[in-house]
Nanobody, 118 residues
Framework: VQLQASGGGLVQAGGSLRLSCAVS????????MGWFRQAPGKEREFVAR????????VYADSVKGRFTISRDNAKNTAYLQMNNLKPEDTAVYYC????????????WGQGTQVTVSS
């Protein structure tokens, strides 16, 4: 399974960005997609996840009401719409696919930088 993330950039506080994550390869081995982020000097943290079947979502408290995760099964692509961005959202964002057999996020994209200026 290969993941290609895109859509990061520089935006002012209050602005919006949409991240995309295209999945290829043995996509049937994954049951859900997640977005994670890592700020400088901090550990990687969970942001949101969505199941391929049914579209069930979960969000970190810090992004609830501002971020929306979605997926397009026909395109094998997951998205993260980020609105009302804050400087503390600045981080490298990673998409990941959970392996349905190990139930761990075994497959990771390369990361895309999101920078929010105040």
């Amino acid at each position: 399974v290969q993941l290609q993330a895109s859509g990061g950039g520089l935006v002012q506080a209050g602005g919006s960005l949409r991240l995309s994550c295209a999945v290829s390869g043995r996509t049937l081995s994954s049951d859900r997609m997640g977005w994670f982020r890592q700020a400088p000097g901090k550990e990687r943290e969970f942001v949101a996840r969505i199941t391929w079947s049914g579209g069930s979502t979960v969000y970190a408290d810090s992004v609830k009401g501002r971020f929306t995760i979605s997926r397009d099964n026909a395109k094998n692509t997951a998205y993260l719409q980020m609105n009302n961005l804050k400087p503390e959202d600045t981080a490298v964002y990673y998409c990941a696919a959970r392996n349905k057999y190990t139930q761990t996020y075994d497959y990771w994209g390369q990361g895309t930088q999101v920078t929010v200026s105040s």
